[in-house]
């Protein structure tokens, strides 16, 4: 007598529905486990099986099982009828999808790598509020990247301190003011002053300059504190909220999107602690993945990495990443993603931030081009001239890469650039 099913889940020869989801797995089974019954356990586990043959079953939940219908060598494609998935619930889908199956003692190593949502899965999310063309248009932006920074050092500024490299960093030319993912209301800095202080300097950069000016102020905390905190940046006529979505969660984002846009909020999403699962190349959650559920759930963009800087990512994970969140129609891209067709779903900007600075500017750009929020950081407040020629001079070599000139080129009649070019030059940190 058979004391497991798991084959049960594979067809080789199966031929997806149009409105089934289908998953893309790197696996690696244990040993004296074939990859067919490993790939059969993944598709059970993550739909109607269990470990063992069962007394009776009634025959239509054979309709909802997975099926794994394409395996090559260490990667396995799986689909899984469209019923499976509650409308409009994409913390149910991670239970699925992303959930049991990386513990599983028959699987050594197990990557999410990317998903095809169906238009029947779509249907039931908005995704984000503004699209691209939205966020442009609120911010009177075209023909560059977006950009900002973050006062450093990260944390330990008071709300006033905080506010005032603020102001030098919309003065020297960028659009906005970011907190840092750990930085939300602390005895030295409540988010209820930085708010209001901030307002204060926005409106007199914003008189001084005639730009838009805005900020990402972090309202990341338990979801009635983001409401509260929603509220506060909306009273004071902010267009932005910032979460770190990871730590927040799927669901707190997913009712914060609909908060925030209520309020006229766009939400930065910071990723804080996806490098504990997206690193591992043989394990885990990619960042591709990542970003595809938090376009569905709706934040207007979501950092992407920058290939050149301080973390980790390669410059094809990040293109994948940026087309999975800019493009209406994504090709899937060999073992790195899936085909997607979005639909009406908006899309969302990719933000490149990390170990940044002006001589890395034509990196990032080379790989993004200027559809992205560029958020450089200790790269203007470590300028040898302060924050504000430091935010001069990203923008003199976002100048120089849309003109096609080079930096040292541009640096002859930009002396910010010159003085960023004399301490760091093209230096990669780590
Ligand atoms: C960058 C940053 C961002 C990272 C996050 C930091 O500061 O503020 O949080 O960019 O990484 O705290 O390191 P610097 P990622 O520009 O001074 O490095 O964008 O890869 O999610
Ligand atoms: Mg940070």
Known sequence: MATDWYMDFVDLSYQPEKDEIICLFYFESDDGVTREEAAGRIASESSTGTWTTLYSMPDRMRDLQA???DLEENYVKISYPLELWEEGNAVQLLS???????????????????????????????????????IRKMM?????PLTGAVPKPKIGF?????AKV???TWMGGFDFVKDDENLTSVSFNRFEDRVRIMAGMRDRAEQLTGEKKSAFINIT???????????LLAEYGWNYAMIDVVVCGTAGVMTMRDYCTDLGLAIHAHRAMHAAFDRNPRHGITMQFLAKIMRLVGVSQIHSGT????????????????????????????RLSLDQDWGDIRNAFPVSSGGLHPGLVPDVLDIYGTELVLLVSGGIHGHPNGTRDGAVATMQAIEAWTDGVTLEEKAKRAPELDAALEKWGRYKPK
Not at 97 to 124: C, E, Q, V, W
């Open 67 to 69: 099926t794994v219908f």
């Open 96 to 134: 699925g999808i992303a959930g049991n199956i990386f513990g599983m003692k028959a699987i050594k190593n197990l990557r999410l790598i990317d998903a095809t949502l169906s238009p029947g899965y779509l249907a039931h999310f908005k995704g984000p509020a503004f699209g691209n063309e939205g």
């Open 140 to 144: 009177k932006v075209s023909g560059r």
């Open 158 to 162: 008071s709300a006033e301190e905080h």
């Open 166 to 168: 603020g102001f030098e």
């Open 221 to 231: 905390a338990d979801t009635e504190t983001m409401k509260r905190r929603a509220d």
């Open 307 to 334: 290939a050149v800087g301080k973390l980790e990512g390669s410059r094809e994970e990040i293109a994948v990443i940026a087309d999975i969140l800019r493009e209406k129609v994504v090709q899937g891209k060999g």
